[in-house]
């Protein structure tokens, strides 16, 4: 028989219960090619174009016939093909998301406003995909907000041209930071060609404040009303950096965030803490399961009261691709901590990554994807074995669990980061292991917090001193922590990629837990 163990170890005994010994539970892979393929066939069509696209379609398509073929043959001489069909689905798989890349980038190469001119001035009409981000003014000759929209209409030279795509617009500060997302408005801009392989047909780089042409949705006008009174209690009831880090923390808006802090974070390798992630999700829906066992609600009834939870905080954070790609991940997360068995979390996780690229194709060149995939592969495959080694040679469970966590996450991101910023903090680990404690606190105040704005601003500031503490430690290691000056700069691009993915890889395989020993049978003894 079989018997559940601690975490992912699973008990085997014989009939009369001799030979007791504690094995890993084998994870449910099957899914793992499926996800692998669809991802690589929509970067392929998205990076190489539409006839890259096309052409991985094909190719899958023609070893998809051959593997099919060897199927026949095996099944002829009455051999096993679950490992022949796993492939075959991935091909299929890939093959269709290969043909539906294909069909975006061919949309996208063909958009009316790719034919016009670099630099001409035109007159735009887009709905807005997000909230307008600060960037940096030093590229850009002054501060500027950057925000997806997705384009409505465009006029030029007298022409009125309705087409669709999304856009990328670059704009002065004053008086775009006020806008919501699905608020249509009209402005002039210069237009330039996309910077990334993402969907974008152009980059409109707008001469001045927009004119408004519609509303936002209601739900966009109740979330930007939630997140205005939260900035405004956070800032009666903390200091300016603390009042900034806050609605970050807890819903990813750093409009208010202070220039030292946020280099602090990025010198720290701090900065996913500051971004909607899957922790954040994990954390609140965590908070609601646990509140609801405490009350001996039904668990049925704690699953919907999880689930309305998990739509107000996407809402609140705004239901762009990211905020949806951390929601999935967090649910998955907690559903790996929650049942203790990575064998349904592995197959959800790929599950996840196959859906999410259907819905939004971008999303297989968005490095944000690629990082929370990582991280959330990272806490099922590797952090449990490393926390149970950890605890076997002495380690409390607690220090054990959120070192396992941390370096674990570190370990699969690191060679990402590397390619893309060329940036290693030596203390990252270290860093991260310190600030945990203290993110499920801030993260289930402020979002209490957040709630208690828009009824009664006086409990809201109450409850928001709360999360001074906390704040503080977590402001405190990190500026400690960057004055240590304990980062690596290196080489970016894909060779430093590689280089530092082949260094973790070795790290990985290096640290694999052995198999635990036999426990001793019951009868030892006699």
């Known amino acids: 028989m079989m018997t559940r163990a601690e975490g992912d170890r699973v008990t085997a005994a014989d009939g009369d219960g001799r030979g007791l010994v504690e094995t890993p539970e084998v994870l449910d892979a099957r899914l793992v090619p499926g996800a692998v393929c669809c991802w690589a066939a929509t970067a392929v069509a998205l990076v190489a174009g539409w006839r890259g696209g096309l052409g991985v379609a094909v190719g899958c398509l023609l070893i998809g016939f051959g593997v099919a073929a060897l199927m026949v043959r095996r099944v002829r001489a009455g051999r096993p093909t679950m490992l022949a069909w796993v492939l075959l689905g991935a091909l299929l798989i890939g093959a269709g998301f290969g043909l539906a890349g294909a069909w975006h980038a061919y949309r996208v190469e063909t958009h009316p406003l790719r034919a016009v001119r670099a630099g001409q001035r035109l007159v735009a009409v887009v709905e807005l995909n997000d909230d307008p981000k600060r960037v940096s003014g030093r590229p850009f000759g002054g501060p500027k907000v950057m925000v997806r929209a997705g384009l409505v209409e465009y006029r030029l030279g007298g022409q009125v041209v309705r087409a669709g795509g999304t856009v990328m617009v670059l704009a002065p500060a004053g008086g775009w930071k006020s806008l919501l997302p699905g608020q249509r408005v009209e402005f002039r801009a210069r237009v330039a060609r996309p910077w990334r392989p993402d969907l974008t047909v152009a980059v409109l780089r707008a001469d001045a404040a927009p004119v408004a042409v519609g509303d936002p949705p209601w739900w966009q006008r109740v979330a930007g009303r939630v997140r205005g009174d939260f900035g405004a209690s956070a800032h009666r009831a903390l200091s300016d950096d603390a009042a900034g880090l806050l609605p ?279």
């Open 248 to 526: 970050g923390l807890v819903i990813g808006d750093t409009s208010a965030l202070t220039e030292h802090v946020q280099e602090n974070f990025r010198e720290t390798d701090l900065t996913h803490l500051t971004a909607v992630s899957g922790a954040n999700v994990t954390i609140l829906l965590g908070a609601v399961l646990v509140s609801m066992r405490a009350l001996t609600v039904d668990p049925r009834i704690g699953a919907i009261a999880a689930g309305v939870a998990l739509v107000m905080f996407v809402i609140l954070a705004r239901p762009s691709p990211s905020v949806l790609r951390a929601a999935v991940m967090g649910a998955i997360a907690l559903l790996a901590l929650c049942t203790g068995r990575r064998k349904q979390a592995l197959p959800a996780l790929c599950g996840a990554i196959i859906g999410l690229l259907a819905w939004s194709p971008n999303l297989a060149v968005d490095a944000g994807f690629a990082l929370s995939v990582l991280a959330t592969a990272g806490l099922i495959v590797i952090a449990p074995g490393w926390a149970d080694w950890l605890r076997a040679h002495g380690w409390w469970r607690i220090p054990a669990d959120a070192f396992a966590v941390a370096a674990a996450a570190f370990v699969v991101t690191t060679p990402l980061v590397i390619a893309m910023t060329g940036h290693l903090s030596l203390v990252a680990i270290a860093v991260n292991m310190l600030v945990e404690p203290v993110i499920a606190p801030i993260t289930i105040l402020g979002a209490i917090g957040a709630l208690l704005a828009c009824l009664w601003s006086p409990l809201a500031t109450l409850v928001l001193h709360c999360t001074a503490p906390p704040l503080w430690w977590l402001l405190t290691v990190s500026d400690r922590a960057a004055a240590l000056g304990a980062s690596v700069s290196l080489p970016t691009g894909t060779r430093s990629g590689l280089l530092a993915a082949i260094v973790c890889g070795l790290v990985i395989i290096a640290l694999r837990p052995r198999a635990l020993p036999p426990l001793p049978s019951p009868d030892a003894d006699a």
